[in-house]
């Protein structure tokens, strides 16, 4: 009977030490997931950071706010019906949400450049586009029947959404309304 209790208890210890070591093996791997999300996500933070050090640069008296967990940088409106900019770091390009009517993805896919490189080209694009909307250069356009979009001054407007809108078709610039 002695000999029967010894092989539970060591079948018992041996349980325990197997679980242990799993225990172990899960930690570890926890671990080393989390250390490359981690990494992953300053990596991919660069975007958002190399925006902001050109948004400071270009306008250090703009307001803004970013949310680094939603990735997020955003600039208060300066009339309610135009609405504020959102510009969303989507870790390989920024998708800029352009007050209450649309959006626009910003990417650079040229495969030779560094992604130090690949960060600045979109930030550059985003940055020349806030100067023409500052400038209220970008037409911004839309209704809640009918969708939204945004076009340079100067440029021709050529989509069937906005012509098929008719006298509920608004505009406006950063300033606010251009027509009613």
């Known amino acids: 009977m002695g000999f029967i209790l010894q092989k539970k208890r060591q079948l018992s210890q041996e349980k325990y030490i197997g679980f242990a070591v799993f225990l172990i093996i899960i930690g570890v791997l ?16 660069m975007l958002l950071e190399t925006l902001i050090h050109d948004l400071k640069a270009s306008y250090p008296d ?44 910003v990417g650079c896919y040229e495969e030779e450049l560094s992604e130090e490189e690949k960060a600045k080209h979109i930030s550059n694009q985003v940055i020349e586009f806030l100067s023409d909307l500052f400038n209220d250069q970008v037409v911004m356009w839309g209704s809640h029947e009918g969708g939204g979009g945004f076009y340079l001054k100067g440029e021709q407007q050529n989509s069937r959404k906005w012509f098929g809108l008719g006298n509920k078709r608004k505009e406006w610039v950063w300033s606010g309304p251009v027509n009613s």
């Open 62 to 105: 703009q307001a803004y706010s970013v949310n680094e967990k939603e990735r997020l940088l955003s600039i208060t409106a300066q009339n309610d019906e135009v609405g504020g900019i959102d510009i969303k770091d989507d870790e390989y390009e920024l998708t800029v949400y352009v007050g209450n009517f649309t959006h626009w993805h």
């Open 30 to 45: 926890c671990g080393i997931f989390a250390a490359e999300y981690y990494v992953s996500c300053k990596k991919n933070m």
